[in-house]
């Protein structure tokens, strides 16, 4: 498994733009789908967005589609999301995982390891 940690969260106005980076350790990094989920207090935790292991795919929910981007840089073990035009329904704490196969990037349980959240508050 890798050990994945989330920085980047914060407060921003509705408009606004934040970037999330996740840091991965442990077996290689380049090896993983890695994935973004967000839960909002009293929700169920929710996709995001996905990229490959090479970064030549990615998946977006429709929610986000054309305001977040995911990405990668396998040399640095960090994946990305770029968060744009952010809204007030955008508030959750988001997490970073990991999924060796990459099978059914939109499946939470499909993932094998998880980062421990960063909160991202949108004010409006």
């Known amino acids: 498994q890798v050990q994945l940690v989330e920085s980047g969260g914060g407060l921003v106005q509705a408009g606004g733009s934040l970037r999330l980076s996740c840091a991965a350790s442990?077996?290689?990094?380049?090896?993983?789908?890695m994935g973004w989920f967000r839960q909002a207090p009293g929700k169920e935790r929710e996709f995001v967005a996905a990229i490959s292991w090479s970064g030549g795919s990615t998946y977006y929910a429709d929610s986000v589609k054309g305001r977040f981007t995911i990405s990668r840089d396998n040399a640095k073990n960090t994946v990305y999301l770029q968060m744009n035009s952010l809204k007030p329904e955008d508030t959750a704490v988001y997490y970073c995982?990991?999924?060796?196969?990459?099978?059914?990037?939109?499946?939470?349980?499909?993932?094998?390891?998880w980062g421990q959240g960063t909160q991202v508050t949108v004010s409006s």
């Open positions: 995982a990991a999924d060796l196969f990459g099978y059914s990037p939109y499946i939470d349980d499909e993932y094998d390891s």
């Open positions: 442990g077996r290689t990094f380049s090896s993983y789908a």
